[in-house]
């Protein structure tokens, strides 16, 4: 039987798959465990708690397989991390279709997900792990940066030079928040109880310094503040005891947020376990672990309505931290809001969402060059700018090098059909993928996140990633995908990606632009239905058609 092995995707300018779009999805899927990338590669784990890219190493080794035979007109469907078939389809259909950690609604709680789990008929997804598109903690960096920068500009004249914040969460996703925060200016005290979590983000450049204890953290960061220096200062130990207690000490906070892994209350450190015990103690008594994580929740959480009480700016930052508070009886963990309605809607209106690109080459100098392409697109677009220009010097590439930004609808084809004769011309080494986080405008029904307070009251309705997904198989993606659960937990969410290959050639144009148009065009015509007035402007300005706007 196979077992855990170091995976790293090939280089090169030679695909060994028949055709790029299945080398792409090949080298994606290895990426996605290349163990810069993965938080816990032995385990098929690439983030989010458990969230894996295929279910057991002998199902990773079938997609491999598979995806090197796969020929033009063929399609690989993909069970919760399974290759299950293989397909006659034709040209312009994704290459790879991917269902990944599906329940009926009755069924769908962590209970009975994880009882189809252990007899190995399931895996979770997450987002971007069971699709093939993570990119390492770069992935979430700009959309982190962009909400610090808007509580800077809501609260803070613009900058975080001189605040406080305080979070917790250093693993794949939350390791972003640190470099967030020192970017807008700020300073940032970040818990985690895993030393390596900690020890990771200071040697990827995401975390400045490591703190001995909370008076030496309290201390560094209040030095930094005064002196309006950003700083990222890491301490080591359970958020449910450390939070509470900067609480109780009055400590000067004015942002407060966390990115634990929440939305698996048997990824989240109870009070009174070891970090060394966890992994053992979730396994020998799921249930009472799971009643333990909330209870530390509520404590948590508390604590973070304690800040709010005194002033502090506090959202929830997408894990369900809320939301399993009050399942342990917390009756005010909803006094503050989720990071998307407080400052995220707007963006999404506009069709804006998390854009990202990988060099399949593996050279640097590829994205360098797609960097300078998007700057020379939109010049008019200064954050943008900031952003390109920033992470060129700061960020350091996991993995296949890649880049994220964020762009809106009418802007993603622009940069999609550029890199595109950029591969076409030889200016780039090789063909580039270009995908998205689940996270987007029109893709996720998530009543915790992506949709918490629609103006509509539609928050729970699912049919939009599902319309989502299929509208990018038709209009010719490489790879599609529909989650259940990521972010924020099974019975809570329900997702979609694509994933689209610039191979140079004329047919992987005319994709790009479909795919590129309708995708983003998704989440306009979703918040132009719930009402929004900035989403009807955008869709009456760039022609995006809803039909019952018009006539
Ligand atoms: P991860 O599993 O890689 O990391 C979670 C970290 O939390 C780990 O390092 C773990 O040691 C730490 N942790 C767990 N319990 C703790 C406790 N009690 N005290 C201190 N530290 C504790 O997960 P990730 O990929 O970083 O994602 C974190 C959360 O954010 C998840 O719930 C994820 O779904 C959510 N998320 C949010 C966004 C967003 O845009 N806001 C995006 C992706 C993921």
């Known amino acids: 039987m196979s077992g855990p092995r170091s995976v790293r995707a090939p280089r090169g300018t030679r695909p060994s798959a028949l ?12 990426n996605n465990l290349d163990p810069e990338v993965a938080e816990h590669p032995d385990q098929l784990v690439v983030y989010g708690g458990t969230g894996k890219a295929a279910r057991d190493w002998r199902s990773f080794d079938a997609m491999v397989r598979t995806l090197r035979k796969l020929k033009q007109d063929e399609t690989m469907l993909v069970q919760s991390g399974r290759p299950v078939g293989v397909m006659q389809t034709h040209e312009w259909a994704p290459r790879v279709l991917i269902a990944n950690s599906h329940l009926v609604g009755d069924w769908a709680t962590w209970e009975e997900f994880r009882r189809l789990e252990a007899l190995g008929l399931t895996m979770y997804g997450q ?3 069971g699709s093939w598109i993570y990119i390492g903690t770069q992935g979430i960096l700009q959309g982190t940066y962009e909400t610090f920068a808007a509580v800077a500009a809501k609260r803070f004249g613009g ?3 001189g605040t406080i914040t305080l979070t917790a969460g250093l693993g794949g996703m939350g390791g972003a928040q640190p470099l967030a925060v020192t970017m807008n200016g700020g300073v940032a005290i970040c818990v985690d109880c895993d030393p390596r979590a900690v020890e990771r983000r200071i040697e990827h450049r995401y975390l400045d310094v490591r703190a001995d204890s909370l008076d030496h953290a309290l201390r560094l960061a209040t030095e930094a503040r005064d002196a309006r220096r950003p700083l990222s200062v890491g301490v080591l130990g359970n958020a449910a005891e450390l939070v509470p207690r900067l609480h109780a000490l009055g400590a000067p ?5 966390d990115q634990t892994s929440a939305h698996d209350p048997l990824a989240y450190l109870p009070l009174g376990v070891a970090f060394d015990e966890m992994a053992s103690c979730a396994a020998e008594d799921p249930a009472d672990f799971t009643t333990r994580a909330r209870e530390s929740m509520a404590r948590h959480v508390e604590a973070m309505v304690g800040f709010l009480d005194a002033g502090a700016e506090v959202f929830d930052y997408g ?4 939301g399993e508070a009050r399942l342990a009886g917390y009756d005010r963990a909803f006094a503050f809001p989720g990071f998307v309605p407080a400052y995220i809607r707007p963006l999404f209106c506009e069709g804006k969402g998390p854009f990202r690109w990988v060099a399949l080459s593996g050279d640097p100098a590829d994205i360098a060059r797609t960097d300078r392409a998007v700057l020379d697109l939109f010049p008019e677009n200064e954050s943008l700018a900031r952003w390109i220009r920033m992470a060129g010097e700061r960020v350091r590439f996991q993995g296949l090098p890649a880049r994220i930004c964020w762009l809106g609808y009418g802007e993603r084809d622009r940069a999609g059909e550029r890199f595109n004769d950029m591969v076409a011309s030889g200016e780039l080494s090789a063909p580039v993928v270009i995908g998205r986080d689940h996270l987007d405008c029109g893709s996720v029904a998530s009543p915790y996140r992506e949709t ?9 309705i699912a049919d939009w990633p599902l319309l989502n997904a299929m509208v990018n198989v038709a209009s010719g993606a490489s790879w599609v995908s529909v989650h259940h659960g990521g972010g924020v937990g099974i019975g809570r969410s329900i997702h979609a990606g694509q994933v689209t290959v610039a191979d140079g050639t004329a047919p992987a144009g005319e994709k790009i632009r479909r795919v590129l148009t309708n995708d983003p065009g998704m989440g306009v015509i979703r918040h132009v239905d719930a009402g929004y007035d900035i989403a009807e402007s955008v869709a009456a300005e760039r022609g995006v058609r809803v039909p019952m706007r018009e006539g």
């Open 452 to 460: 918490e307070a629609m103006l509509d009251g539609s928050d729970a």
């Open 19 to 30: 055709g790029w779009p299945q080398e792409a999805a090949l080298r994606m899927l290895q």
């Open 253 to 257: 906070v004015d942002i407060v947020t």
């Open 159 to 161: 900058s975080l030079a």
């Open 319 to 322: 894990n369900s931290l809320r």
């Open 127 to 129: 987002m971007t792990a």
